[in-house]
């Protein structure tokens, strides 16, 4: 399996502009993961679905933030407006929920100028 | 929430020494996840354990249930070892984690 793919790697925006993030998880996995990296928080979650289905997304910073999974095998994550204080490492990770172990993707630098 | 801590933040040592970083949390768990951050970004999943120890390669990691403890080892290290190590803890019921700040390590040659 060629693992959990994350597009695009690097994304460079203007500030009020929509971005979007696409992720496609491991095949056969059940739950999918939306985290953000800064500097100053470290590592957060966004949002999780399992089987498709949103679970928590208490994460999720404001209602510029939206995250959708149509079906088992792709998800995306919208900013509209984005704004500089945006800019992150937004990584995607999926889990077989029983197992627990999460696999990640390798990451979209956003940065919103 | 649970509450993580890790420690030391940051680590220099020399190559072939024994590391050992820590990572305590508040609230019972029903597993403790060590992940791995290399340089260029990348994370990695290095273990998954809920009780006892688990060994890969140079990497053990151990973890005190009732002390709410785990530890992360690395034998005989190497400057590839070189990255930010990570330990994340699930709230109980789902598989929300909470994660640690990190642990720099640097091995030097």
């Known amino acids: 399996d060629a693992g959990v793919i994350q597009s695009p790697r690097h994304e460079v925006t203007e500030m009020g502009q929509e971005v979007t993030l696409r992720c496609k998880p491991i095949?056969?996995?059940?739950?999918l993961f939306w985290y953000r990296q800064t500097m100053m928080r470290g590592l957060e979650l966004l949002i999780y679905?399992?089987?498709?289905?949103?679970?928590?997304d208490s994460g999720m910073p404001e209602d510029r933030f939206s995250a959708k999974m149509p079906n088992a095998s792709f998800s995306t994550l919208k900013i509209q407006p984005s704004e500089p204080r945006d800019s992150a490492v937004y990584f995607c990770?999926?889990?077989?929920?029983?197992?627990?172990?999460?696999?990640f993707g390798a990451g979209t630098r956003l940065s919103v100028l | 929430k649970n509450e993580v801590e890790q420690s030391p933040q940051n680590l220099t040592a020399q190559e072939e020494e024994f590391i050992t970083i820590n990572c305590s949390y508040s609230?019972?768990?029903?597993?403790l996840h060590w992940l791995q951050q290399h340089p260029g970004g990348g994370i990695v999943s290095l273990f998954m354990?809920?009780?006892g120890k688990k060994k890969h390669g140079r990497l053990i990691a151990t973890i005190n249930i009732q002390e709410k403890h785990s530890s992360l080892h690395i034998t005989a290290s190497h400057p590839r070892d070189s990255a930010v190590y990570i330990c994340?803890?699930?709230?109980?019921?789902?598989?929300?984690?909470?994660f640690g700040t990190g642990t720099r390590l640097t091995i030097i040659p």
């Open positions: 990770a999926s889990s077989f929920a029983e197992v627990g172990i999460q696999y």
């Open positions: 095949s056969g996995h059940n739950s």
């Open positions: 679905f399992n089987n498709n289905v949103p679970i928590d």
């Open positions: 609230v019972g768990i029903s597993a």
């Open positions: 354990l809920s009780s």
């Open positions: 994340a803890v699930p709230n109980f019921g789902n598989e929300k984690l909470t």
